[in-house]
């Protein structure tokens, strides 16, 4: 499992860069303002799934679930807000991501920076 490097995007701009999807699964930082952008250059679609641990804190009286993104093949999805109250997991911090498939598929993790 691969910890992505979380882009900041500001007024500036960003030179987004993407990483190699890890057959074993990523990680990201989580954050109101953290979005997880997926790529997948396979010929099928594919899952991509964020856990959300058992006992999220989240909101009070809401169950969830697992996040889980049909990516279509040649397409591209942006997942967020990645909020820490929801996605964190209790023992790394971080929120944890699976792939059905990692054939051409590329992610990045980013931060919309507050002027």
Request: charged share 5%; proline share 7%; with cysteine.
């Given at each position: 499992?691969?910890t992505?490097?979380t882009?900041?995007?500001?007024?500036?701009?960003?030179g987004?860069?993407y990483a190699?999807?890890t057959g074993g699964?990523?990680?990201m930082t989580?954050?109101?303002d953290?979005?997880l952008h997926?790529?997948n250059?396979?010929?099928a679609?594919m899952?991509?799934t964020?856990?959300?641990p058992?006992g999220?804190?989240g909101?009070p009286?809401?169950?969830?679930?697992?996040?889980?993104?049909?990516?279509?093949?040649?397409?591209?999805?942006?997942?967020?807000p990645i909020?820490?109250p929801i996605?964190?997991?209790?023992?790394?911090?971080l929120?944890?991501?699976t792939?059905?498939?990692?054939?051409?598929?590329t992610?990045?993790?980013?931060?919309v920076?507050?002027?």
């Amino acid at each position: 499992m691969a910890t992505l490097t979380t882009q900041v995007l500001t007024r500036a701009g960003v030179g987004p860069t993407y990483a190699a999807a890890t057959g074993g699964g990523d990680a990201m930082t989580c954050g109101a303002d953290n979005f997880l952008h997926i790529k997948n250059g396979a010929g099928a679609t594919m899952t991509v799934t964020l856990a959300i641990p058992s006992g999220s804190s989240g909101y009070p009286n809401v169950a969830y679930t697992s996040t889980a993104v049909a990516v279509p093949n040649a397409g591209e999805r942006m997942i967020g807000p990645i909020q820490a109250p929801i996605y964190q997991d209790p023992t790394t911090g971080l929120c944890t991501i699976t792939y059905s498939t990692t054939a051409s598929v590329t992610v990045g993790a980013f931060n919309v920076q507050e002027p």
